[in-house]
């Protein structure tokens, strides 16, 4: 492809919005342009790594026994309805209506129309296993999108859906889908993480992230120091260090804090570190107020309160429901006296001596111990895990981590094939329900995560699998005409042999193309000017490495062959 007939556009800055090199490069690459705030438009170069993604996620999926199958992006809110979760979601979704007012959403995922698919389709247990994926534009309602295509309004995904007959067979097409996830990102060179993840809005019973690493990550993840254990943070466990007891003869006593709210502010103004502290937090749980108590230096984690519940919804209580569960202003709850049911995190379950809210306006209490001065229902480990904290496998310390989730699988059981009666008849007639899985990747997504994980200051470094073209091909001065005849025979030579070529045939100084070259990253760079002709060369260059090859122009095009074959195969 010669540069002056394709439509990119190369910018010396990143545009004010972009926050994160992976998008910065993106745009000043050309390969993106954006329309408006989480909507973008490819451009030639990102459509051609886009495309190259989805081939190794389609391949992939083949390879796994998955079928391909494309399923409306509009969708009826009947059906969102009917699995429950309309009213979890719709602040999420594009909801829209036709001419006849019927209501409808853009899919930000389609658990719901795939399960209508399977109870319409599949019938008998000799139709299953199936595994059905599709990949297409998604729609979510951000609040904020960012970074790109990382927060996008419109993304594209890969989304596939397994359907069993047993919880074990289940088992088995989600390993198929996990190894499939592993062999995809391998391909697409991304270092990804696997962790254990929360099921969330999903409702299944277990679930695994694929994050790639990296400090502008919006997922948060410890990783075990000493084992294999590494989890989302809103799923992350830990070990609970070892604590001694403490004891006093003393009871609760108020002491005054005017306007100390905060732990901060309590921890301060009577001068003890926040960890001799409670901070108890007024939640609504199914409908009803609890207290929850958490250390005073550690932070509440509401996927592990409502998992720790047995699945309730959870959301903290508004000011009114505080008042009235602790008959004093927001920030003085405590867990003396309270009518509600009070919960408190595991390690508080080792009695020691505390400071609590005291229910008062401008009041706290002084030598609180849970258990004796205020009744618990139950302990659980509810706090949110963080760098230091003890794996809960082997006990050794964990490190917190920065990711972006490019992959998740998800165990989902029964939920929808219940709501939506899929159903199958076994070897004895009886009519069973289809256990399901669900599995996504961020197509887009894993596309920026590639050159967010691999690129330097220059730009990108795309690796051999996914870069848009595999050849630059450079002519530093197009007016000398030995330069631009040897250049297109080389180019011919190359696209005989099916290799992609970038061939910068523009009238730009050399300076310009070159950096424009880095910019872009494909693999390898080959320059013909009339000094490497002087000696009958063509130089060539990887873009990972610092020195350069003067090869004989007739051997210039097996050369790169060469290079880009053992790139590819790597
Ligand atoms: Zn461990």
Known sequence: MRWSETLIATLRDAPQDAEIASHKLMMRAGLLSKLGGGLYTFLPLGLKALRKVERIVREEMDRAGAQEVLMPALQPREIWEQSGRYSVLKDAMFKIHDRQERDLVLGPTHEEVITDLAARQISSYRQLPRTLYQIQAKFRDEIRPRFGLMRAKEFIMKDAYSFDTSWEAADKSYQAMYDAYVRIFKRCDLNVKVVEADTGAMGGNFSHEFMVLADSGEDGLVECESCAYAA?????????????????????????????????????????????????????????????????????????????????????????????????????????????????????????????????????????????????????????CREGDLCPKCGERMREKRGIEVGHVFKLGTKYSKA?????????????????????????RTLQAVVEQSH????????????????????????????MVAAEALLKELEARGIEVLFDDRDERPGVKFKDADLIGLPVRAVVSERSLADGKVEIKLRTAADKMMVPVQDACQTLVDIVQKGTQS
């Open 232 to 384: 989302n943070l809103e799923r992350a466990d830990r070990r609970l260090p070892p604590q001694t007891e403490e004891r006093t003869d003393q009871l609760p006593s108020p002491v005054a804090t005017p306007n100390q709210k905060t732990i901060a502010e309590v921890a301060a103004f009577l001068k003890r570190p926040a960890s001799q502290l409670v901070k108890t937090l007024i939640y609504v749980a199914d409908g009803k107020p609890i207290a929850v108590l958490v250390p005073g230096d550690r932070d509440l984690n509401e996927h592990k309160l409502a998992r720790a519940l047995g699945g309730v919804t959870v959301q903290m209580a508004d000011d009114r429901t505080i008042e009235q569960a602790t008959g004093a202003p927001v920030g003085f709850a405590g867990p003396v006296g309270l009518k509600i049911p009070v919960y408190a995190d595991a390690e508080l379950k080792v009695p020691r001596v505390y400071v609590t809210g005291g229910n008062a306006a401008d009041t706290h209490l002084l030598n609180v111990v849970l258990g004796r001065d205020a009744a618990v229902t139950a302990y659980h480990d509810v706090v949110t």
């Open 420 to 444: 939506f009666d899929a159903g199958y008849l076994d070897a004895a007639g009886n009519r069973q329900i289809m256990v399901m899985g669900c599995y996504g990747i961020g197509v887009t």
């Open 456 to 483: 330097d200051a220059n730009g990108i470094i795309w690796p051999a699998s996914i870069s848009p073209f595999q050849v630059s091909l450079v002519v530093p001065n197009v007016q000398h005409r030995e330069s």
